[in-house]
């Protein structure tokens, strides 16, 4: 920032003002002024508009500070697009295969005389098993839509159009920089 303070010198000797009197003009403390000059602190925005105020100059927009904060998520943009790309298609997979939440079910019956007994399993186990004494045999399967499901492929779907939309933006701003 040592461009900065030359600056400030140059300015306040060509208004043949004193420190104290530039410093009082612009609204800041003279020894605040004075590490200005000498290029020890960078000013904040607010600083820059009352030095642009108080010697009627636009140059000093080149010296606001820049922030990192925008421009380090632009950077990461691509790698946030693919990493959501890769959640949502994983998660849309679980889903459509029923890894996480089946969605069959299995209905064995179990009968000995006058015993009648069901049991109903996500897990296919025969035709026929034995559990104890008891023999069950299968009697039905049945597909249910199970609200879990339905829930990650929309959660995938979002994922992945989100990652759509940060890849795209992430390509404009690229060309526009160019």
């Given at each position: 920032?040592?461009?900065?303070?030359?600056?400030?010198?140059?300015?306040?000797?060509?208004?043949?003002?004193?420190?104290?009197?530039?410093?009082?003009?612009?609204?800041?403390?003279?020894?605040?002024?004075?590490?200005l000059?000498?290029?020890?602190?960078?000013?904040?925005?607010?600083?820059?508009?009352?030095?642009?105020?108080?010697?009627?100059?636009?140059?000093?927009?080149?010296?606001l500070?820049?922030?990192?904060?925008?421009?380090?998520?632009?950077?990461?943009?691509?790698?946030?697009?693919?990493?959501?790309?890769?959640?949502?298609?994983i998660?849309?997979?679980?889903?459509?295969?029923e890894i996480f939440?089946?969605?069959?079910?299995?209905?064995?019956?179990?009968?000995?005389?006058?015993?009648?007994?069901?049991?109903?399993?996500?897990?296919?186990?025969?035709?026929?098993?034995?559990?104890?004494?008891?023999?069950?045999?299968i009697?039905?399967?049945?597909?249910?839509?199970?609200?879990?499901?339905?829930f990650?492929?929309?959660?995938?779907?979002?994922?992945i159009?989100?990652?759509?939309?940060?890849?795209?933006?992430?390509?404009?701003?690229?060309?526009?920089?160019?």
């Amino acid at each position: 920032m040592q461009s900065l303070g030359i600056e400030l010198k140059r300015l306040r000797t060509n208004k043949k003002w004193t420190q104290a009197f530039a410093a009082r003009e612009i609204g800041i403390q003279q020894s605040y002024l004075s590490k200005l000059e000498n290029g020890q602190f960078i000013p904040s925005p607010e600083v820059i508009e009352k030095l642009k105020l108080c010697y009627d100059e636009v140059c000093f927009n080149n010296y606001l500070p820049t922030t990192p904060s925008t421009n380090v998520p632009l950077k990461k943009l691509p790698i946030l697009s693919f990493v959501l790309f890769i959640i949502g298609l994983i998660v849309w997979l679980c889903a459509t295969y029923e890894i996480f939440y089946s969605e069959t079910y299995f209905t064995y019956q179990a009968k000995q005389g006058e015993f009648l007994a069901f049991n109903v399993s996500q897990q296919y186990q025969g035709e026929r098993f034995i559990e104890g004494d008891v023999t069950y045999q299968i009697v039905g399967e049945r597909q249910v839509s199970r609200i879990e499901n339905r829930f990650l492929i929309v959660g995938s779907v979002v994922c992945i159009l989100l990652s759509i939309v940060a890849g795209v933006f992430s390509q404009r701003y690229k060309f526009r920089k160019l």
